[in-house]
């Protein structure tokens, strides 16, 4: 796809790490042991809201093998009044989630726990615990925690004055929202609603820790920031972070659940008052009950357009669930539903919700998705409206280069465009479809598009000339689907050495400096970008080492093929000297030969995407079927094609999860009733076709590689896609996800 | 309580361990015997990361107590490879990127060795079904379809 004539770069290579998961050598979180090792459990709520009048450990404490017990009076108060942010997370929130102080807030809230000499012992010992409840009433639902008499979860948080569920509002706004609707010729409006959806990572979250006697912590856990889980476990045990050595385990997903924490600051705290490491793995009831998910929504979308297809007005309300605590991704719906057309007028609000479940986090493109999935619904209808080809719709009204979104930027390079092209121009959209095929069963086609911001941040790299003249690169970002493989292909590429002589690690929070975290499509972004500036800085020693072997000046040395030659004639002629060779005189010609940066990354640019996709559904049995899916997505070009389709493949197929199969069910208690795989019932191998990713390389000027970012775009437009092909298929709108089989059946008899 | 003694075979040696009644053998292979090759990502059947083969036929070792598998034949993935060879589906996994956290990835290698043991020959909606019991949340399967689907062909060419 991409004319740059590389030899590395955009090669489809054997990772790094490639063999030790192969061979299940690889290290994930709950794979690690320590010498003298006890075993902790989390003693949860059983109820959905209640106060916390007491809590008597004493019996627990006294059972034989119990070695320490913590409950929130352990963990640091943060006052409710006053903000502790650390990124985009605020402290007082973060640490009443990992422990109930004074309340419990939803069915499996922890509320104490327990390190013993066996899992089983612990578990025991938590029963043994008393626990005074004062049980509240609760709310689940986002229309019924918006009503006035609802039950309140917070008494400090205020709308409009009143006590109120809703913690925050986002507005953003262009042009005149009113003027813009009077002057439209057609408007639609409609109402969605999704349910949370869980990121559904394979590795449950766990943790091994080690807490010495003279205050030294060693965390090793898997997640997507091991600065992020240092630094949490700083603030919430009050131990300084140079202190705290966070190693990160290999990952097994995390999809932005894992930019945050549940575990360590507690398994922290029994290993410094038992004295001994401790070790903690969640299960996978925990996991539902008590971890992620994303926020399920309640939107309202708007919108205006001339009859020639011209949109002129939009307007969006989304209300956001937040879970038990304030931080529902309210950016996403509010900033990317619209973000992706150039619309004069845009009013976009959106409300963050608490109710009593689980904090959400972050789960790929955090919030986009439910955005796109109103705004591209009504797109789809208004194309249906005007009579318009709705891949035309969208390119009539595409943003590009000078474009200003209502959440602010003016784009620069952007690619909307070249997406919906692609997708236009794609073999699939033109396919004879069998409408018919079988009695009972129809079959249609959608297509939607999404938007997701990207992100540079903060990065740092070291890269090293072992003596033996090989390279070794050490990074500050956990790997979550390929990211070694990709800087690999970078640093052989500008070395100019074969690919198998780099090798690529990520350092923990002692031996590589301060990185963000691998997520929102950052990663390979910053990281290439340090990656690149490091191996520059080590190219300029290595041709000033040639020079001073040479006896010429620096600048009459050229770097090329993994070796200094002169520059041109003029500089004299020398026999080429490799790398090898300038590693095995570093020594005598100024010392060991390596550079690292640490940089805060700018210049990242908007991530577009625009699938298209054939269902069937089965009339009798009301099963939706993806039959064929194509997603094209400009990358800004990819290190490693592989593991770039990856994301797109593996978005999708959570994207048809979300559309179809995956929700939150909750009893009249307050209780989640399918906190399992069997339940909860994400996409398996026989459920889906191949995923056809289509990726474009249209260069980010801005980043010396030219990338964008690819992981969060893939998530965004499939909600909507699917939606329109099943409307394709039935003659029948579905404004709620998933469009699970009791769903449909009443959509088909209503 | 009282620990039982157990022998059996484990990717070819043998091997003794202490567990109690209730232990599975997931948790003995990962906490008793350090195998932590075969992954916990439900203790429920439903993902497929612990698989292991017993006696050559595909089960999930959170799913069978580990007092079951005295004197039987266990395969896990740690005996996959032959010394530094790799088998040809961990080589093919490579190759065609079929992993990307990789969490998922020892369960679906022995879910297909299986697979190709018994269908040589299997078709894309063979291998679907075959590994519908392996949970991945990364890949979309795509990827690892393939790699399984040639691993198939380049096995049979070989033959
Ligand atoms: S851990 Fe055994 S099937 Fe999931
Ligand atoms: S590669 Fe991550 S779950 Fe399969």
Known sequence: MNAIDNKWIGQRTIRPDGADKVTGRAGYSADNAMPGMIWAKILRSPHAHANIRGIDTAK?????????????????????????????????????NVMAREKALFHGHPVAAVAAI?????????RLIEVEYEVLPHVIEIEDAIRPDAPLLHDFLRHEGKPSNIASTMVNKLGDIEAGFASADVIIERSFKTRPVHQGYIEPQACTVSCTADGKVTIWSSSQGQFMVRAMTALLTGIPQSSIRAIPAEIGGGFGAKTVIYLE????????????????????????????????????????????GTIVA??????????????????GPVGCSFAPYEIANVLSVGYDVVSNRSKVTAYRAPGAPLGAYATETVIDELAE??????????????????????????????????????????????????????????RGRGVASGFWYNAGGESSAQLNITEDGNVTVTTGHPDVGGSRASIANVAAELLGIDHSRVSVLIGDTSSIGFSNLTGGSRVTFASAMVVTQSAEKVITQLRERAAKIWKIEPEAVAWSDGEARPAGANAGQFPPLTLKELAAKANEMGGPIGAGVQLTTTGADPGFATHVVDVEVDEELGI????????????????????????????????????????????????????????????VCSDVPMIEPVVLELPNPKHPQGVRGAGEAPLVPPLAAISNAVYDALGKRFYSLPMSPPKVMEVLGG | MSKLHVTTTINGEEVEFLCTPAQTVLDVLRNTLGLTGSKEGCGTGDCGACSITLDGRLVCSCLVLAPEIRGRKVGTIEG??????????????????????GICTPGFLIAARSLLEQNPDPSETEVRYWLAGNLCRCTGYDKIVRAVLETAADMRGAA
């Open chain 2, 80 to 101: 996959m490879a032959q010394g530094d060879r790799l088998h040809p589906l961990q080589q093919k996994f490579l190759e065609m990127a079929a992993l990307q956290c």
């Open chain 1, 385 to 442: 409206t005007l009579g318009i080809d709705p891949l035309e719709l969208r390119l009539k009204n595409s943003a590009g280069k000078g474009t200003k979104a209502a959440y602010g930027a003016v784009f620069g390079d952007v690619t909307f465009k070249e997406t919906i092209q692609a997708i236009r121009n794609h073999p699939h959209y033109a396919a004879p479809l069998d409408r018919a095929p079988a009695k009972g069963v129809r």
């Open chain 1, 314 to 331: 939009a307007q969006g309300t989304f209300h956001i669930q937040a879970g038990c605590l304030p931080g529902g991704p309210v950016r």
């Open chain 1, 265 to 308: 600051p507690i398994a922290v705290l029994l290993s410094r008052k038992s004295g001994r490491p401790v070790k903690m793995v969640m299960s996978r009831d925990e996991v539902f009950r008590a971890t992620g998910p994303t926020s399920g929504s309640m939107s309202t979308v708007k919108i205006g357009a001339k009859k020639d």
């Open chain 1, 118 to 126: 066996s899992e089983e012992i612990a578990a025991e010992a938590c």
């Open chain 1, 60 to 96: 627990a404490a006294a059972l034989p093998g119990v070695k320490a017990v913590v409950t929130a009076r352990d963990i640091t108060e943060f006052p409710v009044d006053t903000p502790v942010m650390l990124g985009i997370q605020d402290m007082r929130w973060m640490s009443r």
């Open chain 1, 624 to 683: 939706i079927r993806v039959l064929r899916y194509t997603a094209a997505q400009d990358v800004g070009r990819a290190l490693h094609p592989d593991y770039v389709e990856g994301q797109i493949q593996g978005g999708v197929v959570q994207g048809i999860g979300w559309a179809l199969s995956e929700e939150y069910l909750y009893d009249k208690q307050g209780r989640l009733d399918n906190a399992s795989f069997l339940d909860y019932r994400m996409p």
